[in-house]
């Protein structure tokens, strides 16, 4: 029988109530290391007995966990609420006061829990970094001249995500977007960006609502628009600034002066469903929270991240805080646009079609904010009225259970979202543009129609990949067939790099 081992072990041992392990550790029966993957893309690796003991103390678990493991600020934060363990940490520092597991601990004891330690690092104790910045990307370093342990984490107490250094995510850094951007920048003439400037804009305020399974009035899409041409101003985020934002993007019913001052959650539209989806966190955890989010947004401005990483981070904080009642999803990808133009890798004027990517992946999108909300939800109980109008959580909703995630898949499916952005739907709108101009010069030699019908019979072909179908025949009523087929023929010609990348 399998013997649980580190975070595993500290789990089931203190019976800590925390999202599941995406990975765990256990003391096979086995002669030979195992690893299983399961659909839902959790791992359990095995290792063989005489590779550790299966009777292991909690320091010798933490131990374990703080080698071999991915940093989980969540277990320890829920770990180190245990009188237990830090009288154990304690006695740890006390017995080997130069060792670096034991100095990590009680570092991150007083850090996520406040404890205090009878503890000095002896002199010439080498210094220790949480992260390894080898397998991790790394935040500005902050010493402790307490435990000789250099605090090298993303943003801060009060939010912090991790972002592993995978074999996806250093090959996606390897891309170097933002030169592949200047690139594509500078090779389209003025005039044609400005065009492709335009559906771009169009584009990502259809998608950031199409994410919602909205369709927004003129109205409302004019005031996205006009959020979106904000991206980019200088400054640090603020209350004061956030809300200005999201009191552009909403109903004047709907719009806020300060972050949300009540619990608020999600529920899918239904008749009494009275269930949460996801219980953000509370409200005095909110502001706190947002001052972390906007540190981590600042290190794409710094220099600190890569700006897609930073943006990411940053733009899933908020949406995870969820600061307003209304408005936090389209503001949370506007914030993706805003960081990525303060620190220069997208051009003032011009956005990349983000929002568009993730509708036409919105399985994974919803699978991501999913992956952090659904986990957590769980773990509280709560009583929602009968008309779903408030909510009263009855479990505590600690810091640590909403502060600390792995980002890492986050950042990966963004940046592979702008990839293709700049790689193929910047490519592809300029392409569109250039065969839309050749074909209303050949047309016009000989066809009399007014400009916006010959610009909606064009779409049309195109959309028809290069014919016009008998369904929409009608449009062109008064053209005879032989016409209708000239005009195909030049469509079909000019437009056939287009619909080649389209299909």
């Not at 520092?93 to 009680?106: D, E, I, K, M, N």
Request: net charge negative; proline share 5%; with cysteine.
């Amino acid at each position: 029988m399998a013997i649980p081992l580190g975070y595993n072990a500290l789990i089931t041992r203190f019976n800590l109530a925390v999202p599941p392990l995406r990975q765990t550790f256990w003391l096979g029966v086995r002669a030979a290391e195992t690893r299983t993957q399961a659909l839902d893309g959790t791992e359990r690796i095995e290792l063989p007995r005489g590779r550790a003991s299966a009777r292991q103390s909690t320091v010798e678990q933490l131990t374990f966990a703080l080698k071999r493991e991915h940093l989980n600020l969540t277990v320890l934060g829920a770990l180190f609420e245990h009188r237990q363990v830090l009288t154990e940490i304690q006695e740890w520092l006390t017995r080997r006061p130069t060792s670096g597991y034991a100095r990590q601990a009680g570092y991150l004891a007083h850090w996520l829990a406040g404890a205090d330690f009878e503890y000095r690092a002896p002199a010439g104790s080498p210094r220790v970094r949480l992260l390894n910045s080898d397998d991790y990307l790394v935040g500005p370093e902050t010493s402790s001249p307490q435990f000789a342990v250099v605090n090298n984490l993303l943003g801060g107490r009060e939010f912090s995500p991790l972002v592993r250094k995978t074999g996806t995510l250093r090959e996606l850094l390897a891309e170097d977007l933002r030169t592949k951007v200047d690139k594509a920048m500078d090779a389209i003439e003025p005039e044609m960006l400005g065009r492709a400037a335009d559906y771009l804009y169009l584009s990502e305020t259809r998608s950031t609502y199409g994410l919602e399974d909205e369709v927004p009035n003129s109205h409302r899409a004019a005031k996205f628009r006009q959020l979106l041409e904000m991206a980019g101003e200088p400054g640090a985020l603020s209350e004061e600034k956030l809300c200005d934002w999201q009191n552009l993007i909403v109903t004047p019913l709907s719009a806020e002066s300060s972050y949300r001052t009540s619990q608020n959650w999600l529920s899918r539209p239904g008749r009494l469903r009275n269930i949460a989806d996801f219980i953000p966190p509370p409200v005095e955890q909110v502001a706190p929270m947002m001052e972390a989010v906007g540190r981590v947004a600042a290190y794409a401005t710094e220099g600190v991240l890569d700006p897609v990483v930073a943006a990411t981070c940053a733009a899933f904080g908020l949406v995870f805080v969820h600061p307003f009642f209304d408005g936090n999803g389209r503001l949370h990808r506007f914030l993706l646009h805003h960081v990525l133009r303060q620190s220069g890798f997208t051009p003032a004027g011009v956005v990349l079609p983000i929002s568009a990517r993730m509708l036409k992946q919105l399985d994974r999108y919803s699978s991501l904010l999913k992956s952090y909300s659904k986990p957590r939800t769980e773990l509280l109980d709560y009583r929602l009225d009968s008309d779903s109008a408030t909510i009263c959580v009855t479990t505590p909703q600690p810091l640590w259970l909403y502060a600390y995630f792995d980002a890492t898949e986050i950042c990966e499916f963004v940046l592979q979202c702008c990839k293709l952005c700049v790689e193929e739907d910047l490519a592809s709108e300029v392409e569109y543009l250039r065969s839309h101009d050749q074909t209303v010069r050949e047309l016009e030699t000989w066809l009399d129609m007014r400009q916006s019908k010959l610009n909606s019979l064009i779409d049309i072909i195109v959309q028809g990949h290069g014919s016009l179908s008998r369904r929409k025949r009608n449009f062109v009523e008064e053209l005879t067939d032989e016409q209708v087929g000239r005009i195909e023929e030049v469509v079909a010609r000019n437009f056939v790099k287009y619909i080649d990348q389209q299909l």
